[in-house]
């Protein structure tokens, strides 16, 4: 059964910051990776999706990476804000699977 | 509106009841997908549409749990007597891109209660 561990499971860093979320998994078969935000009593919102073949992706001050050998992902959060605070999932998609397996998320939240 | 749409937003009901939740996938997706998210976990995966199909509910906890789609659109994802330990919030996402590069759209999700 695929694992996928998110640690740690909260984070508080003051505005300004750079940060770092951290995504484990246990099988190298991937299809590609997602992370996802998800604000209180919201639905998910993706923002970056990593192919099995590419090994980082950015977006604005996003920007996310994916080792298959190690079964890492990382999140990476530049000049963090206040609107940044929100629950991170990383979710990933097997080689021949169509759902996705999710970590328990980060919560992540920025102070003034 | 364009994003995936899902009602009611919140559900209470009684063990034992029977409950229908329902999607609205973005238009023009073909693939959608229940989830179930418990308090402080992650989504786990319910069961995965390709057009009208089922084409994998493996992730259906049990016979109580049932979805359907029958033209291909909106889905609604069926609970006969309903367990307290059914609570949670009900994820529902669309896809149209087939291949490494497809992403999943959430919608709000319905918040279930059982009491």
């Known amino acids: 059964k695929q694992e996928v561990t998110q640690i740690p499971a909260a984070l508080s860093v003051p505005e300004g910051e750079n940060l770092v979320l951290n995504c484990s998994f246990t099988?190298?078969?991937?299809?590609?990776l997602q992370w996802f935000r998800q604000d209180p009593g919201k639905g998910l919102t993706s923002l970056l999706l990593i192919q099995s073949s590419q090994r980082e992706q950015t977006s604005g001050r996003l920007n996310a990476s994916l080792d298959k050998s190690s079964g890492r992902s990382t999140l990476y959060i530049a000049a963090s804000q206040p609107g940044d605070s929100a629950t991170y999932l990383c979710a990933l998609r097997r080689t021949g699977a169509n759902n996705l397996f999710f970590g328990t998320g980060t919560r992540l939240t920025v102070i003034p | 509106g364009a994003g995936v749409s899902q009602t009611p937003s919140n559900k209470v009901t009684e063990k034992g009841k029977y409950v229908e939740l329902r999607c609205d996938p973005i238009?023009?997706?073909?693939?959608l997908y229940w989830y179930r998210q418990s308090l402080g976990q992650g989504p786990e995966f319910l069961i995965y549409?390709?057009?009208?199909?089922?084409?994998?509910d493996s992730g259906l906890p049990n016979d109580r749990f049932f979805a359907v789609r029958p033209e291909g659109s909106v889905s609604t994802l069926k609970i006969q007597r309903t367990e307290r330990g059914d609570s949670a919030v009900y994820l529902c996402?669309?896809?149209?891109?087939?291949?490494?590069?497809?992403?999943?759209?959430f919608g709000p999700g319905t918040r279930l209660l059982v009491l």
């Open positions: 549409f390709q057009g009208t199909g089922a084409a994998d």
């Open positions: 238009s023009g997706h073909t693939a």
């Open positions: 099988d190298s078969a991937i299809y590609n």
């Open positions: 996402a669309s896809s149209s891109m087939a291949g490494p590069a497809e992403t999943q759209y």
